[in-house]
């Protein structure tokens, strides 16, 4: 999990399911990490939250990616973005190489946050 210090109410979210080739899990956790202090060293400014499968469909990793605004997260707040700011795209280049390695497929999907699905609505409603 990844949670950096600024705060911002999410808007969208990035789910990214990651089926890992037999035998990875352990390397791509440590490759993992390695992605999470590239975000904290760079500065990015978004949450994600990844979860190991342990039930049903497993030998894969959930993440999901919290966002406020999708012009942001796809453009001038991408990753990629301040990665290329921090002058680390080589290091980020070797990240998403290794990452490719270790896996057999992953799809993606993005999503809306829903205000009368949500928690903070939910509240309200069993607060009154």
């Keep these: 999990t990844y949670e950096p210090d600024a705060e911002f109410?999410?808007?969208y979210a990035q789910?990214?399911?990651i089926w890992l080739k037999p035998g990875q899990d352990e390397a791509f956790d440590g490759l993992v990490k390695q992605i999470l202090q590239l975000r904290k060293d760079t500065g990015y400014p978004y949450n994600m939250h990844g979860h190991r499968v342990l039930f049903g469909d497993t030998g894969r990793m959930v993440f999901v990616d919290f966002y406020p605004d999708r012009s942001a997260f796809?453009?001038?707040e991408s990753v990629r973005a301040y990665v290329e700011k921090a002058g680390r795209t080589?290091?980020?280049q070797k990240l998403i190489a290794s990452f490719v390695q270790m896996t057999e497929r992953w799809d993606q999907t993005h999503l809306d946050f829903?205000?009368?699905l949500s928690y903070d609505a939910a509240m309200q409603e069993y607060s009154q």
């Design 90 to 92: 080589e290091e980020y």
């Design 114 to 116: 829903q205000t009368g």
């Design 9 to 11: 109410r999410p808007m």
């Design 15 to 17: 789910v990214t399911e």
């Design 74 to 76: 796809f453009g001038d």
